[in-house]
C-alpha cells in the first residue's frame, strides 16, 4: 500500500530525497526545481509531499500524511507524543539547541529577557532550571536581538557556530541534540503496518551503511 510522506523544503529535503532514493522511492519531478508540491514516486504508489517544516508533524498527526520527516527540533516545539510516533533518527541535520548570549558578557540576574522562534523548548528549558525568564518570540535571525539590546540571551540551533560568532555571540548552555527524525501517524501504523515497516527496515539499512561509510 503506497504510503503519503511529508517532507519540508531546505536541507532536510536535500538530505533526505538520496536516503529515500536509496529505498526506491523518487518523486517523478525534482521538487526543488517545481513550484508543485504533492508528487508521484516513479514506483510504489507513494505520494511525497512538500510542506512548511513547522507543518510536517501537523500532516501527520492528522493522518493526511501517513509519515513524516522532520526535525527533533519541530518535533519538540509541537510537543512530542501527540498523534504521531518517533521512528526512526535519519542521523542527518545534526546540531544542538543552545542558549547563547554576548560573548564575555555573565548572564545578568533577576528576570532573563530571551528570544527565540523555540517558545515552547525555551519556557519547558528555563522551568526546568528554575529561572524565571520574559520571553520575546521571534519568527527567525534570533541572533541579532541580543546585539539591538532586545534580549539578554537566545535560544537557537548551533550547528557549525559561525552564525553566532558572525554575531558576537557564544553559545552557553546546551538543551538537547537534534537530529532529523522519521515520523508516523498513529492510526497508520495499524493500516498500513506492512508498508510502514518496510520503509522502516530499508531506511534503518540506508542509514546504519552511511554511519558506517562516515566512520571508516
Ligand atoms: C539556523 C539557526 C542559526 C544557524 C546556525 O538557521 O537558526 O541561525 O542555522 O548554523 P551555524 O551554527 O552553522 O552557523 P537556518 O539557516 O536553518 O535558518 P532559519 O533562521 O530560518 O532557521
Redesign the pocket.
Known sequence: MGLVIALNK??ILKECLPLLSACGIEPDEDPDKSRKLVFASRTGGHKIIITRSADVPTYVEHGVADVGVTGKDTMLEYGEGMGFYELLDLKIGQ?RMMTAGPKGLPEPGGVLRVAS?FTNITRRYYQKEGRQVALIKL?????IAPLLGLADTIV???????????NGLEARATICDISTRLIVNRASMKTKFESVQSLVSQLSGVVASNDAARSE
Do not use: F, Q, Y
Request: proline fraction near 0%; charged fraction near 25%.
Open positions: 531546505g536541507r546540531c522562534k519568527s527567525g535571525a534570533m541572533e537557537d540551533i548551533v550547528d557549525t557556530g559561525n552564525t553566532l560568532i558572525a
